[in-house]
Structure formats: C-alpha cells, structure tokens
C-alpha cells in the first residue's frame, strides 16, 4: 500500500472523529444545552477522570461478555454452515429455524435467559452468542458454496478427496466472506452484551448506563458509551488486522 493510501486507512477515521466530537462540542457550547441532557466532550472526559478504576474494571467485564460469546459462535456457526454447505437436504430443514430464531426480538429473549440462568455472565455470554450465529453461519454458507465449479472439477480431476478439496479449495475461497460475516458478528456482539445487561447485571457499560439513567447523571451514560464505542472499534479492527494477515491476496486494489 502506497504512503497515501496508509494516511487515508489510518487518517481519514481518526480525523472524522475529531470532526464529529468537534461538531459535538460546538453545539454543546452555541446553544448552552445542559449537561444532564447532553453533556459536552469535556464533561465526559471529566466523568472518565474521575472514576478511572471503575471504568476499566466495567470495560472488562463487558469485554470479556463480548469476546466469549463471539468465540462460542464462531466455534458453533462455523461447523454448522459446513454442514449445511455440504447438504442441501440439511439446509432446507435448518434455514427457516435459523430464520425464525433470528427474528424473535433478542430484548425479549433476555428476561427469559435471566430466569433460566440467573444474574451471572452466562446469559450475556449466551445472548452475544444468539446475535453473532446467524451472520456467521450465513456468511460462512454462501461463502463455501460459492466455490467456483470448475475448481472443484480441477480438485476431482487430480483425484482429490473431499477433504482435500474442502481444505485445499472450498475453505480458503471462502475465507473472505466469512472474515465479512465475523466482522458484521463483531459489531452485534457488543449491542447484545449491553441488551444483556440491560435486562438484569451488577457489572459492565450497560450496567452503568442503566444505574446513570436512574441517577439523571448523563455524563457518566456518555462515558460508558464511548467505552462501548471504543471496543467495537478496537475489534472490528483487530478482526480487520487479523484478515489482512492471513488473507494477504484478498485485499482489494487500490
């Protein structure tokens, strides 16, 4: 990649961020808007001074909420769209469950996975994992069936078996979208470790949110949503790192 095109893959996301909390502050400042309803820049960045400990020790358990539920979809999704890749009669009889679970309102779903599981981690690991498996599976499906004909023909016709096929062809060709599909989850995983502690917690970002909405303490809400915000940039990067590695040859022209 040329120097330009690294100023814009690095610059350009650090300057529009700078614009917007610039925009943020202006408006804050022009029209004198009141901090318990939407505080400035400035008073979250004092809201964060503040208490430095409470919020690292809040950031990692939503954190680690977020990065295990992920983990166990990639780990289920995964074999699943395999399976269903390789068997059309399978993936008849799976789609319209997956479809139908993917449409139930996950906000609804939490009440239910508190009474069942109680107020620990696992139901907000079990509630990432239900807003990651879709993605994953339906990135991981139509990437693996994707696999160009005549490249399965070529595998066939060097006497390959199919797991050498699968491994040596259908597998890699598919990577990219399932690097799309782990990306999308990502994102989804962090909206359902908050949905998740919303409904019933006693740590993490969604948990202060809560307890700053019963306090009218707005500052410390925009502070564990830039905490929030943070950790979804930090993964979706770190997962876009991670493809640049191990799909070199996958990376668009410039």
């Known amino acids: 990649m040329s120097r330009s095109g690294r100023w814009a893959s690095r610059g350009l996301p650090v300057l529009g961020m700078a614009l917007v909390i610039g925009l943020w502050w202006l408006v804050t400042a022009a029209f004198g808007i009141e901090e318990f309803l939407v505080p400035s820049p400035g008073d979250v960045v004092a809201a964060l001074a503040e208490q430095p400990g409470f919020f690292l020790a809040q950031t990692w358990v939503t954190l680690a909420e977020t990065v295990e539920g992920f983990a166990l979809s990639v780990a289920v999704g995964v074999p ?21 679970v993917n449409a139930v ?34 990135a991981t499906a139509t990437g693996l069936k994707s696999t160009p004909a005549e490249l399965v023909e070529l595998a066939r016709s060097l006497a390959a078996g199919p797991l050498q096929t699968f491994f040596k062809i259908r597998f890699p060709y598919a990577l990219p979208q399932i690097m799309v599909g782990l990306k999308v989850s990502i994102t989804l995983a ?12 006693d740590a993490g970002l969604g ?32 997962l876009s790192a991670l493809e640049r590695l191990l799909l070199p040859w996958a990376e668009p022209n410039p």
């Not at 269903?84 to 139908?100: G, K, Q, T």
């Not at 079990?126 to 990651?132: A, K, N, Y």
Request: aromatic letters at 12%; charged letters at 5%; a neutral charge.
């Open 80 to 100: 699943v769209a395999v399976a269903i890749a390789a068997s059309r009669l399978l993936e008849h009889m799976v789609y319209p469950l997956l479809l139908a």
């Open 105 to 138: 309102p996950k906000i609804a779903i939490a009440p239910i996975l508190v009474v069942w599981m109680g107020f620990g981690q696992l139901p907000k690991v079990v509630m990432v994992f239900l807003l990651c498996f879709f993605p994953i599976v339906i």
């Open 190 to 201: 962090v909206i359902g470790a908050v949905i998740a502690e919303f409904v019933g917690a």
């Open 207 to 238: 948990f202060v949110i809560v307890q700053s909405g019963a306090s009218a303490d707005t500052a410390l809400a925009f502070a564990a949503m830039t905490l929030l915000g943070a950790i979804s940039i930090g993964l979706f990067y770190g």
